[in-house]
């Protein structure tokens, strides 16, 4: 059993870190330990991980999340600390640079070969885990609901917009149904579902998530709220 410990920096966020949310599925589902914490962690609690993972968001938060990512690589390997997310991928070869390390991914975890693991694992197509909200003080003011994709990527390619280098291949993912059932079985039910895609008005499946969403319980003219 290995000893996973999340880090999110210690920054403004409304959205709670969903890729976190996926690699806590990921190393739960083989019975790891997993905590989540925000910020900088004392040492007496980084000695007891195995391994750490750092999530990015924005560019303009560059600095914060590279004093964290420091204070991490003080006291554990840079082989066991790992860094992703939206300014990681955007800025892969500055974190490299600058904090001289391998781990930076600059993709999706479509593969667990991507952690350094061969059980070839769809990270990205787990679902969320909702408990590791709970290890932290820090609320999101978007955090009490079902997030869901419907698609990744966009077609479009406007030049000004990250999509294109965050998800390179439009394509719609799995069964919605099968997304909120299973969120819904394990964590409660949620009044509001967030749609987090990019573009859904481009999918050829619109008319079957609004069918999808009506047969789940989210119909319109209820107190539902579906948030794209
Ligand atoms: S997500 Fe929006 S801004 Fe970005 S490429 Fe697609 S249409 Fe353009």
Not at 182 to 207: F, P, Q
Request: charged residues 25%; hydrophobic residues 35%.
């Amino acid at each position: 059993m290995e000893r996973i410990l999340l880090v999110e920096p210690d920054y403004k966020n409304k959205y709670p870190p969903i890729g976190l949310m996926k690699i806590a599925s990921y190393h739960r589902g083989k019975e790891d330990y997993v905590e989540f914490y925000k910020g900088k962690a004392p040492y007496t609690m980084i000695a007891k991980f195995d391994r750490v993972y750092v999530t990015t968001l924005f560019t303009f938060y560059y600095e914060i999340t590279v004093e964290t990512i420091r204070h991490y690589l003080n006291y554990m390997h840079k082989d066991n600390v790992y860094v992703g997310g939206i300014s990681a991928t955007l800025l892969q070869k500055k974190y490299k640079k600058d904090l001289k390390i391998d781990n930076v991914i600059a993709r999706q975890l479509t593969s667990s070969s991507l952690l350094g693991y061969d059980d070839a694992v769809n990270i990205d197509d787990l679902p969320l885990d909702y408990d590791i909200l709970d290890d932290i003080k820090y609320e999101y003011p978007s955090g009490d609901n079902i997030f869901l994709y419907t698609t990744r990527g966009c077609p479009r390619g406007c030049e000004f917009c990250a999509v294109s280098k965050l998800e390179p291949r439009f394509k719609d993912t799995n069964s919605i149904i099968n997304q909120i059932n299973a969120t819904r079985e394990k964590y409660g039910d949620k009044r509001n579902i967030l749609i987090m895609d990019n573009n859904v008005l481009y999918s050829k499946e619109l008319d079957k998530v609004v069918r999808d969403l009506n047969a789940v319980g989210y119909i319109n003219n209820t107190p539902n709220y579906i948030g794209v």
